[in-house]
């Protein structure tokens, strides 16, 4: 018979697989389908409702997975592994991954939907100065203010939509998580 530490992994196994998927096909959708935005590679992030579900029920580690393996899951389903687009979208998971694991430590000072406007917000700023390094100038970055400006709604749409998926996963199953 099977311990319960095996099956407690093997769930939360199952879950983050579960999650890498969802933002996997919600990320090569965006990346291939989505109409251009103001600002050249601007996406709203959907696949990050997945990450922050992942953060909130499997904790970081899990949260990392799912982040860069749509990273790379997408990258290579649209070609771009290796290339400047895969560095930005690298540099961005990373950094907002980052960012919402920081606001997670501080317990219920900042929610879910204070994690997705931040880690939207450092996201964008991310691919701008992977951007300028590529390019091998600042110019990008006169592209900030408008993405910032644009990472506010897109975050909160992210952060509000994880909220309420979140409120409607049954209790035992984020307990299960051990979070």
Known sequence: ??????????????QTALLLAVA????????VMW??????????????????????????ARAAAVSFGR?????????????????MSLAGAAASLAV???????????????????GSAVHCLAQLGVSAVFV???APLALAPLSLGLSLPSGLVIGCTARLLISRIPRPVLSAAGR
Do not use: C, H, Q
């Not at 590679?41 to 579900?53: E, P, S, T």
């Not at 790379?72 to 649209?78: E, F, G, I, K, T």
């Open 1 to 14: 018979m099977r311990s319960m530490p095996a099956r407690a992994d093997t769930t939360s196994l199952v």
């Open 35 to 60: 109409p251009p935005l103001p600002v050249p590679g601007l996406k709203l992030g959907l696949a990050n409702i997945a990450v922050i579900i992942a953060l909130v029920s499997l904790g970081p």
């Open 71 to 87: 990273v790379l899951v997408v990258a290579l389903a649209s070609g771009t592994v290796g290339g400047p687009v895969f560095a």
């Open 100 to 118: 919402m694991v920081a606001l997670r430590r501080f317990g219920p000072l900042f929610s879910v939907v204070g994690w997705a406007v931040a």
């Open 24 to 31: 996997s096909v919600i990320g090569y959708v965006e990346a």
């Open 136 to 138: 091998g100038s600042t």
